[in-house]
């Protein structure tokens, strides 16, 4: 098993906090011009070939090669993909412009052989397409049953401060809502936790059109204070319980509580969006 994200490899087995997202993951790029303040991939391992112009990963020689590459691995590992779905992505944001075209012609082999995808990005713009893509497929009298394998994520920090370059949370916030109205299963990346308010209050402001929540601190940043965190917890699981959604607590969250968390809202590593 692969698990390493700046592999020789387009798809592979995330593992760590990573690994609390998907089994499987797709990355193509290393580099993001959301130019996030928290960004993970600035520090690390990654840090060496990180910039805030997306680069392909050195083992592909172009993007011919990267989506050849992928279509063998996709193939290889079927079942389990089609099973578990792929995550895109964790080394940049799959729908800036710059990485957009290779996360479409990836997603377009995803939906020829039934494999869902996970999208998670900062950006917005991209959703106009997709939803008119839809409508088209819909009004030609085409199946549209493709967008039952889309589960499209966006971070929502409440501080756009930290994200320059990204769209605004309010922006994410309101495509999250016209994608879950036009049929997309939608989910959220309430990680990392700036704030425990701004949080809730993203929550607060999706609750009714976001499926599933995924919930994390800030890596190796300031802990929240425990009593402040257990109210939080309480509420998040109250309000998404109230309006159907699920809610996936991360591991660090747990730890610092000391328990774990349980509620009629929440869901294990094994919760499976699309079923
Ligand atoms: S969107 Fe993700 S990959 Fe891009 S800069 Fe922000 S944290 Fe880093």
């Given at each position: 098993m692969n698990t390493k994200?700046?592999?020789?490899?387009?798809i592979y087995n995330p593992s760590g906090k990573a690994g609390e997202y998907s089994y499987w993951a797709c990355n193509?790029?290393?580099?993001?011009?959301?130019?996030?303040?928290?960004?993970?991939?600035?520090?690390?391992?990654m840090s060496h070939v990180w910039s805030n112009a997306p680069k392909l990963?050195?083992?592909?020689?172009d993007e011919k090669h990267a989506i050849e590459v992928f279509e063998r691995e996709l193939m290889q590992n079927l079942p389990e993909l089609q099973k578990y779905g792929l995550f895109?992505?964790?080394?940049?944001?799959?729908?800036l412009d710059s990485t957009i075209e290779l996360t479409k012609s990836a997603c377009s082999r995803c939906i020829r052989n039934n494999v869902p995808i996970k999208i998670l990005t900062k950006?917005?713009?991209f959703s106009k397409d997709f939803i008119d893509l839809f409508e088209h497929d819909k009004n030609h009298g085409?199946?549209?049953?493709?967008?039952?394998l889309y589960a499209i994520g966006f971070t929502l920090t409440g501080h756009d401060e930290l994200e320059p370059?990204?769209?605004?949370n309010a922006e994410r916030i309101k495509v999250m809502q016209k994608l879950h109205n036009a049929g997309f299963k939608t989910w959220a990346s309430?990680?990392?936790?700036?704030d425990l308010k701004a949080s809730l209050s993203c929550i607060e402001q999706t609750l009714g059109f976001c499926d599933l929540y995924k919930i994390g601190l800030m890596s190796g940043g300031k802990l929240p204070n425990k009593e402040e965190l257990r109210m939080f917890v309480g509420r998040v699981c109250y309000k998404a319980s109230a309006y159907g959604a699920k809610v996936y607590w991360k591991d660090c969250i747990k730890k610092h509580l000391g328990r774990d968390i349980i509620s009629a809202a929440t869901v294990d590593r094994s919760y499976n969006i699309f079923k």
């Open positions: 994200p700046f592999n020789g490899k387009a193509f790029y290393t580099g993001c011009s959301n130019d996030c303040a928290y960004c993970y991939c600035k520090k690390g391992v990963k050195k083992c592909f020689k895109f992505t964790f080394t940049s944001d799959p729908m950006r917005a713009e085409r199946s549209t049953d493709w967008i039952k370059n990204a769209s605004t309430i990680e990392p936790i700036v």
